[in-house]
């Protein structure tokens, strides 16, 4: 897939959120079961689209117990086909945001994707992982409910896709306050290896630029 988007670290006002949930984590094994997605026009959600999805096999044990989603559930919803063509055509060309999808949730829909649709996503997007790590360095972990109890953000509902993104696109907002702050009185710095925007990263030595493209480069810099 050469024509993927770009990972960006930045806050823009127009965008769609949007959370997976999976039989698991493997995305060579696993289906998507869930998809949900939240329109975003200058800080405000305009529209929504959710719908669970029939994977065309039992959902593990696990799975349910992680996210509450059952067999009977997903019984009479739509085959993957329908739900994805749905969601991109929801999607269009915006800025998709939403927490670690860079390693996980793009994968799923990349994959079915080209696989199914026999389409590539080209949409640019944000990683609220990634831009955590940037904007709050004092948090030790930066999973979505780590961040969204640091705003005191309800996490009411987590693991069910549609609430991972109003949850999501609450700390977004907030992340981009920080960021926006944080442009204002910090230098742009730029990876020597790759060319992409380096975050300052706190270490056993003190603080420190990473790229932020890290873990696919491992550039680094001091202050």
Same mark, same amino acid.
């Given at each position: 897939m050469k024509n993927k988007g770009k990972r960006l670290n930045q806050y823009v006002e127009d965008y769609v959120v949007f959370d997976l949930e999976t039989t698991g984590i493997r995305q060579d094994l696993d289906e998507i079961i869930e998809i949900s997605a939240l329109k975003v026009r200058g800080h405000q959600v305009t529209e929504e689209y959710s719908t669970l999805v029939n994977p065309g096999r039992r959902i593990p044990r696990g799975a349910t117990a992680v996210n509450g989603i059952t067999d009977e559930m997903v019984k009479d919803a739509p085959e993957i086909a329908d739900a994805l063509a749905d969601f991109l055509e929801f999607i269009?060309?915006?800025?998709?945001?939403?927490?670690?999808?860079?390693?996980?949730?793009?994968?799923?829909?990349?994959?079915?994707?080209?696989?199914?649709?026999?389409?590539?996503?080209?949409?640019?997007?944000?990683?609220?992982?990634?831009?955590?790590?940037?904007?709050?360095?004092?948090?030790?972990?930066? $999973?979505?409910?780590?961040?969204? !109890?640091?705003?005191?953000? =309800?996490?009411?509902?987590?693991? @069910?896709?549609?609430?991972?993104?109003?949850?999501?696109?609450?700390?977004?907002?907030?992340?981009?306050?920080?960021?926006?702050?944080?442009?204002?009185?910090?230098?742009?710095?730029?990876?020597?290896?790759?060319?992409?925007?380096?975050?300052? $990263?706190?270490?056993?030595?003190? !603080?420190?630029?990473?790229? =932020?493209?890290?873990?696919?480069? @491992?550039?680094?810099?001091?202050?």
């Open positions: 269009g060309d915006d800025i998709l945001v939403g927490h670690n999808i860079h390693t996980f949730d793009l994968g799923f829909i990349r994959r079915d994707a080209l696989d199914i649709l026999g389409t590539e996503i080209k949409n640019d997007y944000i990683d609220t992982l990634y831009l955590s790590r940037q904007c709050l360095t004092e948090l030790s972990h930066h $999973r979505l409910s780590d961040v969204a !109890e640091h705003f005191h953000i =309800s996490t009411k509902g987590a693991h @069910r896709a549609l609430n991972d993104c109003v949850m999501n696109q609450k700390c977004y907002e907030e992340l981009g306050k920080v960021w926006q702050e944080r442009k204002k009185t910090e230098p742009e710095v730029y990876c020597p290896k790759c060319g992409a925007e380096m975050v300052k $990263r706190r270490g056993q030595y003190g !603080e420190f630029y990473g790229c =932020s493209n890290f873990p696919n480069c @491992r550039g680094t810099r001091k202050r």
